[in-house]
């Protein structure tokens, strides 16, 4: 259970949340809402407990806890990366070091003789007592299930951490967080990575939690099914609306609550109008001077003491400019290869892009997608084959999780070093138009929400005048109305596209001419029967 009181939230000169007092309980399923920025990341995570007070980031107010706490960030980078997936996993509930003592006595009853053995015997059956009181085989097997509903097969939970693509990393978190028995859920846009029939039996598994729980997700039918509050974080009056109801309810109670603020500060503004009239003429007249000043009062207080409506949320605008002159051929590969240790990833990738052409990679979670584009942008190196940069080659790289970005700068900084040729108000201008105003424009990129970062990963794209785009789930994070605005820049560039994405209408919007299918490397034309695995892949 999670409870705040007056909690308020700034970062930078930007108030976020002004004094709001709340519950988390348990049965309660919620589902947090807002616009790119507004705060939801920020907020999930302060009622985490981990730190996400940065300098620019500010909160006063009481926050308190009880019962554990499972949180699941939207870019999850902890952990050994030495260990594996499943002890990762299992370490939710303190068994892995327990399973790994029990792995070495083990292997000491099969090296070892005589005493040795005997001692190694007698340790493993009081390491397996001791596992087996903790309920550590039922929870094994419980961790499986958890696991094969999240599409990690046992190759995959073998396998260390550092050896994972991103998406089965977070697949990991998402499992380890679910399998530790918490209390209160916190879930940062659980979706993102998963496939369709993952995201499916989340949705269940949600439904089902007995917890308190707290969710983002622009995925609108895991809240349509899942959550029975809904809170509104409001970034333009820095207010929580709460809202004891389910998804399609509070969609029909917002409609009717804008509507009776719209219906109230008119008629309070046509009350107001009707005093200020009225104090105008008696303002002429010394005797009545009083009575006129007390009249223009009341009709501010009319006004101010009303709940502001709702402003329509402001939308980035996203259009790639005309790309770079290139040769016919920009990009071509031969003969690629990647593997991590003894698992091979994938080998013989050949692949040409032409300019102008539109690619999307199809590939289970793990096949190398992720991996390929970023051998492709030169972040990694292949073990095998080479990169062939035609005429004019300029490459521009979108990464799921935001590595191009450098943290430590700030916005301003982040972008500058993309396009050194720009003069600061070319900067800024770029910049506002994808909402970062003011002092959002100097925060450091380590305290933006995922869609803050998605925002400042494609302005860095724009100003790049790349003619060959390499876009790596550029629709995880975003609104509706952001998600939009990329899908619709997506339709209109002029220059070649290669897109890994789980997401049908990035897929649509992209009209894709080829389709690469890894691990197997094979390529084919662009046919309606691929659209089917994009949302599986």
């Known amino acids: 259970m999670i ?135 039922a929870a094994d097997s419980e961790a499986a299930t958890i696991t094969s509903n999240l599409s990690l097969p046992t190759r995959v939970l073998d396998q260390p951490l550092e050896t994972l693509s991103g998406g089965q990393r977070r697949r990991v978190e998402l499992a380890r967080i679910l399998f530790s028995g918490a209390e209160t859920l916190l879930l940062d846009e659980p979706t993102n990575h998963l496939d369709h029939d993952s995201i499916v039996w989340l949705r269940e598994y949600l439904r089902s939690y007995t917890g308190g729980l707290v969710v983002i997700s622009h995925d609108v039918e895991l809240l349509r099914e899942v959550v029975n509050h809904v809170w509104y974080l409001d970034a333009n009056r820095a207010s929580l609306d709460v809202y004891a109801l389910d998804w399609d309810r509070y969609q029909t109670q917002r409609e009717t609550d804008e509507r009776r603020r719209r219906r109230e500060r008119a008629n309070a503004e046509k009350k107001a109008d009707t005093l200020r009239k009225q104090a105008e003429k008696m303002r002429a007249k010394a005797s009545k001077a009083v009575a006129a000043q007390n009249m223009l009062k009341r009709a501010d207080r009319m006004v101010s003491g009303l709940e502001g409506e709702r402003q329509t949320d402001r939308v980035a605008n996203l259009r790639f400019p005309d790309p770079a002159p290139c040769g016919k051929t920009p990009l071509m590969a031969e003969g690629l290869s990647k593997s991590y240790g003894s698992l091979e990833v994938f080998s013989g990738v050949d692949l040409a892009i032409d300019r102008g052409s539109r690619v999307v990679i199809l590939g289970l979670n793990g096949a190398g997608k992720t991996t390929l584009l970023r051998i492709l942008g030169h972040v990694e ?56 105003s003011g002092d959002d424009a100097d925060k450091p990129a380590r305290v ?62 992209l009209d894709p001419e080829r389709v690469l299918l890894l691990p197997d490397a094979d390529e084919d034309l662009w046919n309606d029967s691929y659209r089917d695995l994009v949302s599986m892949a």
Do not use: C
Request: proline letters at 2%; charged letters at 25%.
């Open 381 to 436: 190196e292949a073990d095998s084959g080479q990169i062939l940069p035609g005429h004019g080659l300029k490459i521009g790289y979108y990464a799921q999780e935001h590595e191009t970005l450098d943290l430590n700068r700030t916005v301003v900084e982040n972008l500058r070093t993309a396009a050194p040729d720009l003069d600061d108000t070319r900067v800024r201008s770029v910049l506002g138009s994808f909402l970062f």
């Open 3 to 137: 409870t705040a009181s007056q909690l308020s939230l700034r970062i930078g000169a930007r108030e976020l949340l002004s004094e709001a007092s709340f519950r988390i309980d348990t049965g309660m399923r919620i589902g947090l809402v807002g616009r790119n920025g507004a705060g939801k990341t920020t907020l999930t995570k302060l009622l985490s407990g981990q730190d996400a007070t940065a300098s620019v980031v500010h909160h006063t107010g009481q926050i308190t806890r009880s019962g554990e706490i499972g949180y699941l960030p939207q870019d999850p980078r902890t952990g050994d990366l030495h260990v594996t997936a499943r002890d990762r996993v299992l370490s939710a509930r303190g068994l892995d070091t327990l399973r790994q003592r029990i792995r070495k006595a083990e292997e000491a009853m099969a090296k070892e003789i005589g005493d040795k053995q005997a001692k190694a015997m007698d340790r493993y059956a009081r390491l397996d007592a001791e596992f087996d009181a903790l309920g550590g085989w």
């Open 448 to 509: 933006l929400s995922g869609g803050e970062k998605t925002r400042l990963a494609l302005a860095v794209l724009v100003v790049s005048s790349a003619n060959v785009l390499l876009l790596d789930e550029p629709t995880n994070n975003l609104d509706p109305a952001s998600r939009e605005e990329i899908l619709g820049a997506l339709r209109t560039f002029k220059g070649a596209v290669v897109l890994v994405t789980h997401d049908e209408g990035a897929v649509d919007a």
